[in-house]
């Protein structure tokens, strides 16, 4: 067995030494004492740059998504999934393997692509939430939705909603994208269909009408 002894010097083998660390410690238990767990906590958290006040039990926060602001309340826990679906009935955003590996959830967050089953809901207050039924301008679809119906880049639709946001994403950084940009931009969503060639042309076809 290593001999796990300190050396000699006193000094553990990461140049802390076993007077500093009991000094250390004594410290901590001191302000514990004198300030109550609650203060200590708080002082704690000053040290440390947390400056956010944790969130315990059904919080009720706002979330702007869709260019609206939406009053609702949720666990800490709560992902932004589960809010959309069970909380605001937006259920554009499938849940498939809930775990961050198919790209069915994808929203945009402040333009960005973004995994809504892996994100909570209560980090995204003060942040713009982009869905897929926020392309679309109440029955007229969006020209990027209108090329995957044009192209039939859809079989069982449980994957479109999420290539759909995806590729909405790259067409904001990347007007002009190549085919090889398409299809790296998309990488993310996974689809057990097989439909990626036709999905692929109604990203290029939608990439060309915006060109116009």
């Known amino acids: 067995m290593a001999d796990e002894r300190v050396p000699e010097s006193g000094r553990t083998p990461k140049g802390v030494s076993r007077r500093g660390f009991l000094k250390g410690m004594g410290g901590t238990v001191l302000t514990t004492a004198a300030l109550g767990p609650a203060a200590a906590s708080a002082a704690a958290q000053q040290a440390g740059g947390a400056g956010s006040k944790s969130l315990s039990g059904p919080t009720e926060i706002q979330l702007k998504i869709n260019g609206k602001t939406r009053k609702v309340t949720v666990e800490p826990r709560t992902t932004l999934l589960a809010t959309l679906r069970d909380k605001l009935q937006l259920t554009g955003s499938k849940e498939v393997c809930d775990r961050g590996t198919c790209g069915a959830c994808t929203v ?31 029955d007229e679809l969006s020209p990027l939705q209108e090329e995957f119906v044009a192209k039939d880049a859809l079989m069982c639709g449980f994957c479109t909603c999420g290539f759909v946001m995806s ?9 002009k994208p190549s085919p090889e940009e398409i299809r790296k ?16 042309e109604a990203i290029e076809s939608a990439a060309k009408r915006r060109e116009r």
């Open 108 to 138: 945009l967050v402040d333009g960005r692509s973004q995994l809504a089953c892996m994100t909570l809901a209560v980090d995204l207050r003060g942040r713009e939430i982009t869905t897929v039924e926020g392309l679309s301008k109440g």
């Open 185 to 200: 931009g998309v990488a993310g969503n996974l689809c057990r269909c097989g439909t990626y060639p036709r999905v692929f």
């Open 167 to 175: 590729a909405e994403a790259l067409l904001r950084e990347n007007p």
